[in-house]
């Protein structure tokens, strides 16, 4: 059964920073991989997918990579803002089923 | 476009009641999914439809927990009945195929006391 695991749990980091969130899986047969915003209350908004056969994504400030033979993918935020706080997942798409880690929390401090 | 619709946004009831959702999916898209998402967990999925036919219902508890999507269009989830255990986010997402980019709802917020 596919596990994935993000770390850290909870993050802080001023106004401005450059950050990387951590994602890993333990079956690298994976279809896709998609990391996911979710605010307090909401429900989650997709931010970037990244097809088995690439190796990155970019949109705006954020960039995703994706390393299968590793069972990692990285969310580098740019340029970090207050607006950018909230909870991040990454969800490991094996084809039958979608795998969700338990999310970073993450609080940009102005 | 619209988004992923879902109703009601909170729901409150007692243990050994029963409750419904409901999920109107993103217009075109083929397969949608339910989830469970405890608090401090990641979304753990309950059932996957495909059109109108459940693709993978592995972690859906059978004996409480119940979901149609009968025109593979708009579905429901019920539960019946509840327990303490239930109280939950359940976030419903639609993608246009089984591999493809999930888009989801609000989520309904249930509290079971």
């Known amino acids: 059964k596919q596990e994935v695991t993000q770390i850290p749990a909870a993050l802080s980091v001023p106004e401005g920073e450059n950050l990387v969130l951590n994602c890993s899986f333990t079956?690298?047969?994976?279809?896709?991989l998609q990391w996911f915003r979710q605010d307090p209350g909401k429900g989650l908004t997709s931010l970037l997918l990244?097809?088995?056969?690439?190796r990155e994504q970019t949109s705006g400030r954020l960039n995703a990579s994706l390393d299968k033979s590793s069972g990692r993918s990285t969310l580098y935020i740019a340029a970090s803002q207050p607006g950018d706080s909230a909870t991040y997942l990454c969800?490991?798409?094996?084809?039958?089923?979608?795998?969700f880690g338990t999310g970073t929390s993450l609080t940009v401090i102005p | 476009e619209a988004g992923v619709a879902q109703s009601p946004r909170y729901k409150i009831i007692e243990k050994r009641q029963s409750v419904a959702f409901w999920c109107n999916p993103i217009?075109?898209?083929?397969?949608l999914y339910w989830y469970q998402q405890i608090l401090g967990q990641g979304p753990k999925l309950l059932i996957q439809?495909?059109?109108?036919?459940?693709?993978?219902d592995s972690q859906l508890p059978k004996d409480r927990f119940s979901a149609e999507r009968l025109k593979g269009v708009d579905s429901t989830l019920k539960i019946q009945p509840a327990k303490l255990e239930d109280s939950a986010v359940y976030l419903c997402?639609?993608?246009?195929?089984?591999?493809?980019?999930?888009?989801f709802g609000p989520g309904t917020r249930l509290t079971v006391t």
């Open positions: 997402a639609s993608s246009k195929g089984a591999v493809s980019e999930q888009y």
């Open positions: 079956d690298s047969a994976i279809y896709n």
């Open positions: 990244i097809q088995s056969s690439q």
């Open positions: 969800a490991a798409d094996t084809g039958n089923q979608f795998y």
């Open positions: 217009s075109g898209h083929a397969t």
């Open positions: 439809f495909q059109n109108n036919g459940v693709v993978d």
